[in-house]
């Protein structure tokens, strides 16, 4: 079980709403899934202005935990801000304080985001905060009391995956809250590996809403997930430099 704040989970994959080509893909996505954690952009709901369109028009979001995001906000008080909308609709359990500092990365603006999540947590919400892949950013948000850190695998939407396992798995080392790898995950197997790495979960969206065939990427992401979770627990081999081989030669007769 993985456990953030209040609240417990079975699935470990969180899943993006974001994308995807149409409401029935997306639907069928979440299923395959079995993630009970949706993420989504305030700013792109049509909260207070039902003439945009709604995100969610096919999904009952009944069993669903939701996780709104602060995607969009540039400063501490535009995340705050948007997280007072989401509860205010009544749809958010949790918040993922998103504040973006660069452009071009979209990598968070650690300042920003200190001072966001700071204000959140003040106020009750169960805050879990994106993060870069910073080992002492993690620790100081962790420090804060955040609910869970959400590293980068990479920047959102690119698919890289895990572009610093070294830094991620110190984030996991010293961790004393879940760490949701969140962005840039791109295949089954970054997910395997980020689980290996030690993760507690992954958030993910693009990796899915844009593969050719998003509902077996999504199951796909499911089995990579557990897989590399598997693995952990069971504990790899140490790496070798040299060949041992399989079958033990001592004792054997000469040929
Ligand atoms: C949906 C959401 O929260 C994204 O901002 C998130 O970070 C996912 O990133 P990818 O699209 O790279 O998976």
Redesign the pocket.
């Known amino acids: 079980m993985l456990r953030i704040g209040d609240y417990s989970f079975k699935s470990r994959l969180f899943l993006?709403t974001?994308k995807y080509k149409d409401a029935r893909t997306q639907k069928e996505a979440v299923q395959a899934s079995e993630t009970e954690v949706l993420?989504f952009a305030v700013r792109r709901m049509n909260l207070f202005d039902e003439s945009q369109p709604d995100p969610f028009e096919s999904m009952d979001l009944s069993g669903f935990r939701l996780l709104p995001?602060t995607?969009g906000a540039k400063t501490a008080e535009e995340a705050v801000r948007v997280a007072h909308i989401a509860a205010a609709a009544d749809m958010c359990d949790m918040i993922?304080v998103?504040v973006i500092g660069c452009d071009k990365t979209l990598l968070p603006d650690p300042v920003e985001t200190i001072k966001a999540s700071e204000t959140l947590l003040e106020e009750g919400y169960t805050v879990l905060a994106?993060t870069s892949d910073d080992v002492v950013l993690a620790r100081r948000l962790q420090d804060l009391g955040v609910h869970a850190v959400m590293p980068g695998a990479a920047p959102?939407?690119?698919g890289l995956g895990i572009i610093n396992p070294y830094n991620l798995s110190h984030i996991v080392e010293q961790a004393d809250v879940p760490v949701i790898v969140?962005?840039?995950?791109g295949s089954p197997k970054d997910a395997a590996q980020a689980m290996e790495l030690g993760a507690d979960g992954i958030?993910?969206?693009?990796?899915v809403s844009g593969a050719e065939d998003p509902v077996k990427m999504a199951e796909a992401m499911k089995y990579g997930l557990e897989a590399g979770k598997l693995g952990y627990e069971a504990g790899r081999i140490e790496k070798k430099y040299y060949a041992q081989a399989t079958s033990p030669t001592e004792g054997l007769s000469r040929l």
Do not use: R, S
């Open positions: 993006g974001g993420t995001n995607a993922k998103e994106y959102i939407g690119t969140d962005a840039g995950i958030l993910l969206n693009t990796a």
